[in-house]
């Protein structure tokens, strides 16, 4: 337990890119914030092209396997052109299951911004921008995500668990992002 604490400590201490492949350079920051919460932002290269990782981000039944952390959909329905979600998440650093209702829309440019709506979180809003990269080959995806969490657990604490999820969360969207492309959809 020390040991994975440490490794994390390091991690936000050291900072800089982080490799998650073999040719996926990914600059990853994550900061507890003065005003309270915890901001990720990265950026990072899918080798497919935006159309795929558009429809990744979009298929929101789905959402709960893009992460290592286990969370449920309870309730999903669309409405003039947004996505209302209501996730539950079992967390290890959390008590019990903490609820998070958003809000989804696609940006016009590529990507998809995700609001909060209600549940146990005082902020969240998640942004995804997607710019084509190698001449449509690849996907530059600019991200940025805000947290704040209504529970005990410092924010410095937060922001350790963050870093590490969002490493495992990339790089499980760039895997399933390569099974799409070899399965041709």
Do not use: N
């Amino acid at each position: 337990m020390f040991l994975r604490l440490a490794m994390y400590v390091g991690a936000i201490l050291l900072g800089g890119p982080v490799w998650v492949g073999a040719s996926d350079l990914v600059s990853l920051d994550v900061q507890a914030q003065p005003t309270g919460g915890v901001k990720a932002t990265a950026t990072v290269f899918f080798p497919v092209e935006p159309a795929i990782i558009q429809r990744l981000l979009t298929d929101y039944a789905h959402w709960p396997e893009l992460f290592e952390v286990r969370m449920r959909i309870a309730e999903l329905r669309e409405q003039d052109g947004k996505v209302f979600t209501d996730i539950r998440i079992d967390h290890s650093l959390l008590p019990g299951e903490r609820r998070l209702m958003c809000e989804s829309r696609s940006l016009a440019g590529g990507g998809l911004l995700t609001e909060l709506k209600g549940g146990d979180f005082k902020q969240y809003r998640r942004v995804w921008k997607l710019s084509s990269a190698e001449g449509g080959t690849q996907t530059k995806a600019d991200f940025e995500l805000l947290v704040e969490i209504e529970t005990i657990v410092p924010d410095w604490i937060i922001a350790i668990a963050m870093r590490q999820e969002l490493e495992t969360h990339f790089r499980i969207v760039r895997d399933k992002a390569l099974a799409r492309a070899t399965q041709g959809r």
